[in-house]
């Protein structure tokens, strides 16, 4: 995942070059102009240690606003405020229990800043980073039908409260509808010693891919 966060990189300096040329804004907006938006979307994260693994992956979501300011054409810088819902799940099969899987949820105040170079007026890479800020966190037990078993509340205090990481990733511009989707690779672990859950992730990060929808004013 290193790797692929590299060449992301390099492809975004290989083409910057000749990416200034294009138009930031959509065809229908000739003038370079700040725009402001919503945006949501279904995120499929994991936690992991030495390497990233898809077995854990789970269901999340993000949601806020964001905006897009133009340095100049074909480049901008994009901001954004969500709240991201992130974590694994790991699933059991027993006499006991029967089939079903636990969900470990990580709910995060998270603020990524990304460059943003246009390689076609309605098509962009963006590349930058994140720092995000834990509000919440419990376990829920889900059947295998989907049904909620039981949720148990973590306490916050058991983990470290900031994490920071890279986000990468495309977008498409139709309008002032945006849809995209991005990878994001978490660089601080988020468990911290002196208690059971703590214990348990330390060592782990935050990694996850997202697919939304925006819409700018």
Do not use: C
Request: no cysteine.
């Amino acid at each position: 995942m290193k790797r692929t966060i590299l060449t992301l990189s390099a492809a975004l300096l290989l083409t910057a070059s000749t990416a200034f040329g294009q138009q930031q804004q959509t065809s229908s907006e000739p003038n370079l102009k700040a725009k402001f938006g919503i945006k949501g979307g279904f995120d499929l994260t994991t936690l992991y240690s030495s390497d990233v693994s898809t077995n854990h992956m789970k269901a999340g979501f993000d949601a806020g606003v964001f905006a897009k300011l133009p340095v100049t054409r074909g480049f901008s810088i994009q901001p954004e405020l969500l709240y991201s819902l992130k974590g694994a799940k790991s699933t059991y099969s027993n006499f006991v229990q029967g089939n079903g899987e636990y969900r470990f949820n990580l709910g995060y105040i998270q603020v990524p800043v990304l460059a943003v170079v246009n390689l076609a007026p309605n098509f962009n890479l963006h590349l930058g980073g994140y720092a995000a800020y834990l509000v919440n966190s419990n376990i829920k037990n889900v059947s295998n039908n989907g049904d909620l078993v039981s949720a148990t509340e973590l306490n916050t205090g058991d983990f470290n409260r900031w994490d920071f990481g890279l986000a990468g990733g495309a977008a498409f511009d139709i309008g002032n509808v945006t849809l995209g989707a991005r990878y994001n690779y978490g660089l601080s672990e988020i468990g911290k010693s002196g208690s059971a859950s703590g214990d348990l992730t330390k060592g782990m990060k935050n990694a996850g891919f997202s697919f939304y929808a925006g819409f700018g004013f």
